[in-house]
């Protein structure tokens, strides 16, 4: 192995060691040095992962850029960072989306500028963390951690209902979390003393223990998903939090149980992964179908888009336990492509938001005469998320409908039609915020989006479409891995 | 040895701790004005001459524990670890409440002087190798406790406390002494460990012995503040004035703490099966009403009052996790976890109480919850140390309370006890509303109150230091629990 420069350390601190110095800037005097220490600060965390991307090694399944350093020697805890062609993905899209919301958060924040733009940095880096972790407790640390500049952020700059989102969020997530825990101390125990996810990856259960313990991880990585019946945090979190909560909430913090499921659930317990998967298909199913009837009922456009992001995690859940190379794929490629959609799409209303106030689709009608550049980008942000060809949204869901034929024909008519109500749901709110005459007066003396905001949606406008045209970029990535999971979780560890 | 002039050197910090303590109480009457400057520098002076002291038997003794007063005292790693913590503690509770006490009238050489020899308490508690020295230490730690707790005389409250607390205290020390006489009668003799050999032997009768041990447990559950004996805990803690609840709710833990390792640990080993039992009980119940009752309170003494219930019951945990179907190999990691988990409770409440401290001034007592509303803009330093206590307490990373959790539940699994650590992170998951709600207050809503909040130059710099320290131990906390786990395999 070639010695390189430790650039996932990098990618987790740079953003943290920024957050300290932007918190250090203290009241909002000092916004304006807030605001440039966290750009420059995002940027620098951004340009720091770009040599992740540049040395990435697509030939090899084996973890890259391995950093090994003991940390607790006690409990044989290892700074242990490494990434695989799952993992590298997330950590370019975080630090991407960070300097989006550092960007877009520039004049909407006006009270306690420093610590909302630290919040976010901190944040930024311990997400960089979990998905870099290979040692199981500094992953956990990582996880749990970034439950607290998350509730700072829900809380301080939310809406009305703020405190109760806060809370709700914290304490779902916790209570998983703490079962997640029990169960990462059950294998350490059983592996004679090592946190190292690998080492996990290799140790035999027994059935029983597998069963408990798969529930213990879908406790925690369910709920952070969030899968049907425990996402009801999700709605009230995202309706609640500032528009560049929402965007990380919904671009990255959902990954983290997706990402939970491929690390931990599926190659540590494979066996009782697969006798589970009808279980697991069908809280997906149910994700998919119900929680679409569900987006399509909402008055409120933020919580739309909420349960719009729920349905499709359950896709990528779907796409997990199918088991095949098309679905898991399929699945990866649709947590990224979720990412830049999600963000995008709460970025745009975030945008009306900040001029009307009001997220009620029926404040709203007739913005295309007044905003046209927006309702342009919305337009295609929109056709992302109920997955029109040629944008990121279709490949995704496209490939995990394949991977679904291939397992059951049913199971593919069933996913199927989510690209109905996906349609159904986003392009009637679509057409009633944005098309028509113009509604009232608000809506009339409306402007469009600066050249701030043009470079935000601009920015994930490109990304989207890369994506859409040619998603082999993303795909040759995580190939290699995604084969060597299915070839583990295929053996019974019996 | 030569019964005259017995070695003392295991004792020497203990010894000067009692000559400068009772030279202060005399000096104190020669110092004028209500600041107490020279009283206050000579406490924090001996404080560290202990230290000294203490650092220096460790080297001088440093490979097996070494005895006094005819194996009545024992000078041990984990004694002088735990010795280290509460100079510390007390030294932090000094600077913490002079500001507070002089606002109040309060800030007499009695503080100090009371504080001191129930310092010498502990450390007697903390060294005792005999039944007889650790009921002592007790003793002298708890009366000097009953009369800080009266300290402020005209308050209704903290008499009623006192006096509760000394009635209790009472009965709780005529409840220890009689289950040692019980074991006397079964061994045949005081010192700890004799009682141990004698166990080993086997000759003792069982059932006086395990009569005698229930009695045991429930004077330690009494000292602990672990449920059902938690009654006095909410009431002192909220009656006395906050300087002296921030004194009862730190230190003495670390005491409590080593009375527990002495006791059954160093002494009753043997019967580990019978007490193990009884813990399990004590510490179930303790993290069910600790955490459930907290989320009732309105009051943040009181709520911390019973959040130090659910934090004894946790580290409860530990201990009765060490000998597993009469097997020793987990006794070093359980007890070190224990031990770790007193340590850095004993940071957190420092610093929680510490807050609640600073937040009073003259005239105003900031003992409500509502009084940390708005903190952050009050002051977002102070608010920030606060935050990070809460999350520590609520054991949430990168704290150091996560790690104390941690290392508890991993011995409580080594030890198969799967179904007692689930239960514990489900009480861990309902105590968090309470710390989150603290967070809340000061976060999230705006202040009533726009005063200020100033605190003296040598207050704020050892409050930072203290929320810095449960952080730093977030980020490192391998050096510690390496100290814990070595201090108990010393043994």
Redesign the interface.
């Known amino acids: 192995m070639q010695p390189h420069a430790p650039w996932l350390t990098l990618s987790i601190w740079v953003p943290i060691v920024a957050g300290l110095v932007v918190l250090a800037t203290g009241g909002d005097r000092n916004a304006r040095v807030a605001r440039l220490i966290a750009l420059i600060g995002a940027l620098i965390g951004f340009l720091v992962t770009l040599p992740l991307a540049a040395g990435f090694n697509t030939g090899t399944s084996a973890m890259q850029f391995v950093e090994l350093t003991p940390w607790i020697e006690r409990f044989n805890i290892n700074y242990h960072l490494g990434v695989d062609g799952i993992s590298v993905l997330f950590i370019l899209l975080n630090a991407f989306i960070t300097v989006l919301v550092v960007i877009a958060g520039w004049e909407i924040i006006q009270s306690r500028v420093a610590q909302y733009m630290a919040s976010f940095l901190i944040m930024s880096g311990l997400l960089n963390g979990v998905f870099a972790a290979l040692d199981a407790m500094l992953f956990y640390v990582f996880f749990e951690a970034t439950l607290i500049p998350m509730y700072i952020v829900i809380g301080v700059w939310g809406g009305q209902n703020r405190v109760y989102a806060a809370l709700k969020f914290f304490l779902y997530t916790l209570l998983g979390s703490l079962l997640f825990l029990v169960s990462l101390l059950y294998l350490y125990n059983k592996s004679g003393g090592s946190f190292s996810i690998l080492d996990f990856h290799k140790l035999p259960i027994p059935m029983a223990a597998q069963t408990l313990l798969f529930f213990a991880f879908l406790a925690a990585f369910s709920v952070k998903v969030p899968m049907w019946p425990v996402h009801t945090w999700l709605p009230d979190a995202h309706v609640e939090a500032p528009t560049g909560g929402s965007a990380v909430l919904a671009a990255i913090m959902l990954k983290l149980g997706a990402y939970g499921f491929i690390r931990f659930s599926l190659p540590i317990l494979p066996d009782a992964s697969h006798a589970l998967s009808g279980f697991m298909i069908t809280l997906s199913l149910v994700a998919v179908v119900y929680i679409g009837l569900v987006a399509l009922v909402q008055a409120d456009m933020k919580k739309l888009i909420a349960y719009s992001s729920i349905a499709h995690m359950g896709f990528v859940t779907l796409g997990f336990f199918i088991f095949n190379a098309y679905g898991v794929e399929g699945a990866l490629v649709q947590m990224i492509s979720h990412g830049f959609v999600s963000a995008a799409m709460f970025l745009c209303v975030g945008v009306m938001y900040d001029r009307m106030h009001t997220r009620m689709i029926a404040d709203y009608g007739g913005v295309v005469n007044t905003m046209p550049k927006f309702a342009a980008f919305m337009m295609l942000f929109a056709m992302a998320n109920c997955g029109l060809p040629a944008t990121s949204g279709f490949v995704g869901e496209f490939m995990v409908i394949m991977g679904a034929m291939k397992a059951n024909f049913w199971l593919a008519f069933l996913a199927a039609t989510t690209l109905i109500f996906g349609a159904a749901y986003t392009l009637w709110m679509y057409k009633r915020v944005i098309f028509g005459a113009v509604a009232n007066d608000h809506v009339g003396g409306l402007q469009d989006i600066g050249g701030r905001e043009f470079l935000v949606l601009a920015l994930l406008a490109a990304a989207v479409l890369w994506m859409g045209v040619y998603p082999a970029a993303f795909t040759e990535i995580m190939h290699a891995s995604v084969n060597d999971l299915l070839k583990h979780v295929a053996v019974s560890k019996l | 040895m030569n019964p005259f002039m017995p070695d003392l050197l295991p004792a020497y910090a203990e010894i000067f701790l009692v000559v400068m303590a009772s030279v202060i109480l005399i000096a104190d009457l020669f110092v004028p004005g209500r600041d107490r400057g020279l009283t206050y520098g000579l406490s924090l002076a001996t404080l560290v001459g202990c230290a000294v002291l203490t650092v220096g038997t460790m080297q001088a003794g440093g490979g097996p524990p070494s005895y006094a007063f005819g194996n009545m005292f024992v000078s041990d790693y984990m004694g002088n670890v735990l010795k280290l913590f509460t100079y510390m503690a007390v030294a932090a509770c000094f600077v913490y409440s002079r500001g507070y006490l002089a606002d109040r009238d309060l800030l007499k050489g009695e503080f100090f002087a009371l504080a001191l020899f129930a310092t010498l308490g502990m450390l007697v508690m903390i060294s005792a190798n005999h039944f007889l020295s650790l009921y002592l230490g007790l003793e002298l730690l708890s009366l000097c406790l009953y009369a800080m707790v009266a300290l402020n005389r005209d308050s209704a409250a903290s008499t009623e406390a006192a006096m509760k607390y000394f009635v209790l205290g009472a009965l709780a020390s005529g409840l220890l002494l009689y289950g040692m006489s019980m074991i006397y009668g079964a061994t045949g003799t005081l010192d700890i460990s004799a009682v141990s050999k004698a166990l080993e032997g086997g000759r003792a009768a069982k059932p006086v012995l395990v009569f005698g041990l229930v009695f045991v447990v429930s004077g330690l559950a009494f000292k602990l503040g672990v449920v059902p004996f938690h009654m006095w805990i909410p009431d002192v803690y909220h009656g006395a004035t906050s300087a002296v609840t921030l004194f009862i709710g730190s230190a003495p833990k670390l005491a409590a703490f080593a009375m527990a390792m002495r006791l059954l640990v160093n002494g009753l080993l043997e019967l580990a099966v019978d007490w193990q039992q009884m813990l399990v009980i004590l510490s179930v119940a303790s993290m069910a009403i600790g955490n459930l009752a907290a989320i009732a309170q309105t009051n943040i003494k009181r709520m911390l009052a019973y959040s130090t219930i659910s934090h004894m019951g946790f580290m409860l945990l530990g201990m009765l996790s060490g000998v597993v179907n009469g097997n020793w190999l987990n006794a070093a990691d359980a007890y070190g976890a224990a031990m770790f988990y007193s340590l850095v409770y004993v940071l957190m409440s420092l610093g929680a109480f510490g807050v609640v401290v600073l937040l009073s001034r003259s005239g105003f007592e900031a003992e409500q919850l509502t009084d940390f509303k708005g903190l952050?803009r009050r002051s977002?330093w102070f608010a920030f140390v606060m935050l990070v206590m809460m999350?520590s307490l609520a054991g949430?990373?990168?704290t150091a309370g996560?790690?104390a959790k941690?290392?508890v539940?991993?011995s409580t699994?080594?030890a198969g006890q799967?179904w007692l650590?689930?239960v514990a992170?489900?009480f861990?998951?309902i105590g968090?509303?309470y710390y989150?709600r603290v967070?809340?207050l000061m976060?999230?809503d705006e202040p009533e109150d726009h005063s200020p909040v100033t605190a003296r130059p040598d207050m704020a710099v050892v409050l930072s230091a203290n929320g810095l320290a449960v952080l730093l131990l977030g980020i490192?906390?391998?050096p510690l629990?390496?100290v814990c786990?070595f201090a108990i395999r010393a043994l």
């Open positions: 952050n977002p999350f949430i990373p990168p996560f790690y941690l290392s539940l991993q699994l080594a799967v650590a689930v992170v489900m861990s998951l968090s509303f989150l967070v809340k976060y999230f490192l906390p391998g629990m390496q786990y």
